[in-house]
């Protein structure tokens, strides 16, 4: 059975940019005397997008490489809405690892949303 950690992401105000690498797992790094750095994986198990204002707004993710927002990788809504002082939720198990474990995206404007995710984060 896997010792993974729970873990809570964010929360995280989005920006207007939708290529902005919102959560990624850590790739192994750099060795230390008597330690070998392991490459990371996530599942996310719910992912919280909130609208913090009196008008909607609207966030758009992928699941794919770093920076990408490439047709195919679209994840939980492109463009979707968020209703004025309300917020979306997403119930699953996305596992992020790797060069195309990156979740992407953004909002329709800046800092008009806020990104808040938990799951579990584990050793490859």
Same mark, same amino acid.
């Given at each position: 059975?896997?010792?993974?950690?729970?873990?809570?992401?964010?929360?995280? $105000?989005?920006?207007?940019?939708?290529? /902005?690498?919102? *959560? $990624? +797992?850590? +790739? &192994?790094?750099?060795?230390?005397?008597?330690?070998? &750095?392991? &490459?990371?994986?996530?599942?996310?198990?719910? *992912?919280? *997008?909130?609208?913090?204002?009196?008008?909607? @707004?609207?966030?758009?993710?992928?699941? @794919?490489?770093?920076?990408?927002?490439?047709?195919? /990788?679209?994840?939980?809504?492109?463009?979707?809405?968020?209703? +004025?002082?309300?917020?979306?939720?997403?119930? !699953? $198990?996305?596992?992020?690892?790797?060069?195309?474990?990156?979740?992407? @995206? !953004?909002?329709? &404007?800046? /800092?008009?949303?806020?990104?808040?995710?938990?799951?579990?984060? @584990?050793?490859?």
């Amino acid at each position: 059975m896997a010792a993974n950690k729970l873990e809570v992401f964010g929360p995280i $105000a989005l920006t207007n940019t939708l290529t /902005t690498n919102i *959560i $990624a +797992a850590a +790739a &192994a790094g750099a060795s230390a005397v008597g330690y070998v &750095a392991t &490459a990371t994986y996530i599942i996310l198990r719910h *992912i919280r *997008i909130l609208n913090k204002t009196g008008g909607a @707004g609207t966030f758009s993710l992928w699941k @794919g490489a770093t920076g990408a927002n490439v047709a195919g /990788t679209e994840f939980m809504g492109t463009a979707q809405n968020v209703p +004025a002082n309300s917020y979306v939720d997403w119930y !699953g $198990a996305l596992r992020l690892e790797g060069v195309n474990g990156f979740l992407v @995206g !953004g909002a329709s &404007a800046l /800092t008009t949303l806020t990104i808040q995710a938990e799951g579990e984060l @584990g050793l490859v």
